[in-house]
């Protein structure tokens, strides 16, 4: 690569107005799930940049699972706020991956809103907050969400897998806070689908229980509402 494109790789996130971002090197994860679906997504695939913007407090502590029909619901500012965020989030991947086609590089944009799913297991192409704990945003909590040092759970997410060659952020490791907490998540949820994690897994959910209720609700973040922010 001339020396010019390198320069240009170097500086790819210059300028970019996100919150966090950060990279897994695929070459890190190798005969992993996620090295799999990464390739399968864009073949040759040699990293993913996840970017996370947060979602405002203000906005959070309206979220509820409870509502009557017909009512005014103030939860639903939090889908509203959600659009918008997940709107600048895709904007700045459009242009990041404007950058690597004028470097002659891939990149495949993953959403904001979510990746394509299979509803059947409800399992996801690649999970966002998986590929953002590989790059160091943060630590899978015991709601099974990613918890920001900066933001708690607050945030949302969206990836870009490319075949350019990028140093890892993955940091040296970020201090699960739900001991601390002592599981204001399991406490709350509605659904009893959160429990505490097994010895060596970082969350134990039932996400058929989560996805029926949530469903049947029309709504439910309740395990996000209570999650401290440092």
């Not at 690569?1 to 300028?15: H, T």
Request: charged share 20%.
């Amino acid at each position: 690569m001339e020396e010019q494109a390198i320069q240009a790789l170097n500086n790819l996130f210059e300028g970019v107005e996100v919150d966090k971002i950060g990279v897994v090197a695929l070459g890190d994860w190798k005969d992993t799930s996620l090295w799999d679906k990464a390739q399968h997504l864009l073949p040759r695939a040699r990293s993913i940049i996840v970017m996370a913007m947060e979602v405002f407090p203000e906005v959070v502590r309206h979220l509820t699972s409870k509502a009557q029909i017909g009512e005014m619901t103030l939860r639903d500012l939090y889908d509203r706020n959600v659009e918008v965020i997940n709107g600048l989030l895709d904007w700045q991947a459009h242009e990041i991956v404007k950058r690597l086609h004028n470097l002659g590089l891939k990149g495949l944009i993953l959403p904001a809103g979510g990746a394509p799913s299979d509803e059947r297991f409800l399992e996801g192409a690649i999970s966002y907050k998986h590929v953002a704990q590989a790059a160091g945003l943060g630590v899978l909590g015991w709601n099974s969400l990613l918890i920001t040092p900066e933001y708690g759970s607050g945030i949302r997410l969206a990836c870009i897998i490319t075949d350019a060659l990028l140093e890892s952020s993955a940091s040296a490791g970020i201090d699960i806070p739900c001991v601390k907490c002592g599981g204001a998540c399991i406490k709350i949820c509605p659904a009893g689908a959160i429990k505490i994690p097994p010895e060596g897994e970082q969350y134990a959910i039932d996400k058929y229980a989560c996805n029926t209720y949530y469903t049947a609700s029309g709504s439910c973040a309740e395990c996000l509402k209570v999650c401290p922010r440092r």
